[in-house]
T-cell receptor, first 118, second 112 residues
Framework: GAVVSQHPSRVICKSGTSVKIECRSLDFQATTMFWYRQFPKQSLMLMATSNEGSKATYEQGVEKDKFLINHASLTLSTLTVTSAHPEDSSFYICSASRVRTRTNEKLFFGSGTQLSVL | SQQGEEDPQALSIQEGENATMNCSYKTSINNLQWYRQNSGRGLVHLILIRSNEREKHSGRLRVTLDTSKKSSSLLITASRAADTASYFC????????????FGKGTRLSVIA
């Protein structure tokens, strides 16, 4: 099956610093990647949709200047949490869909990044 | 906005028993998917059922879809301790190119 690698798996940082999370599709090309945020025992909330070579589409209420998304290639998307604050502490998960299938059918997920901002 | 709503929120069963989780949604869909998440990990796709399908099987998994009631169920037969995880339903709407919308999930505990 397709593999999506997400790195780092866990990060602890001081308030005010920026954190970059990488999401790579290892064995397929992903025109579209999705970034989700998940609080403990809660569902996944879509933050933004990232399309290769174009600007990301952010969901309502998600600050695009706070959560910078770059999808520079068909295999890599990054999420940068800028000037992180304790309220940004959460579990962030990326997912990707294959190029050849219709968008939003079966998604492949990264293993997630647990961000803790002190 | 939240689309799928699973119930129960939590389920605890003995190994060997069957586990049934339900999902209800609000708008018309193209397909509905079930995912599994182990604690602190990403999601793994389990099964996809299209709006014109009523039932689908995959190993010990059985998924049903009732579009008239806007509901789906996931049945795990002969459960194992390794099935302990959270299970989410996610829907793809018919209205164009929209992303998956996840429900709140059911936390399943299978006790050996």
């Amino acid at each position: 099956g397709a593999v999506v690698s997400q790195h780092p798996s866990r990060v602890i940082c001081k308030s005010g610093t920026s954190v970059k999370i990488e999401c790579r599709s290892l064995d397929f090309q992903a025109t579209t990647m999705f970034w989700y945020r998940q609080f403990p025992k809660q569902s996944l909330m879509l933050m933004a949709t990232s399309n290769e070579g174009s600007k990301a589409t952010y969901e309502q209420g998600v600050e695009k200047d706070k959560f910078l998304i770059n999808h520079a290639s068909l295999t890599l998307s990054t999420l940068t949490v800028t000037s992180a604050h304790p309220e940004d502490s959460s579990f962030y998960i990326c997912s990707a869909s294959r190029v050849r299938t219709r968008t939003n059918e079966k998604l492949f997920f990264g293993s997630g990044t647990q961000l803790s901002v002190l | 906005s939240q689309q799928g709503e699973e119930d129960p929120q939590a389920l605890s069963i003995q190994e060997g028993e069957n586990a049934t989780m339900n999902c209800s949604y609000k708008t018309s869909i193209n397909n509905l998917q079930w995912y599994r998440q182990n604690s602190g990990r990403g999601l793994v796709h389990l099964i996809l059922i299209r709006s014109n399908e009523r039932e689908k099987h995959s190993g010990r998994l059985r998924v049903t879809l009732d579009t008239s009631k806007k509901s789906s169920s996931l049945l795990i037969t002969a459960s194992r301790a390794a099935d302990t995880a959270s299970y989410f339903c996610a829907t793809v709407s018919n209205s164009g190119n929209t992303p998956l919308v996840f429900g709140k999930g059911t936390r399943l505990s299978v006790i050996a």
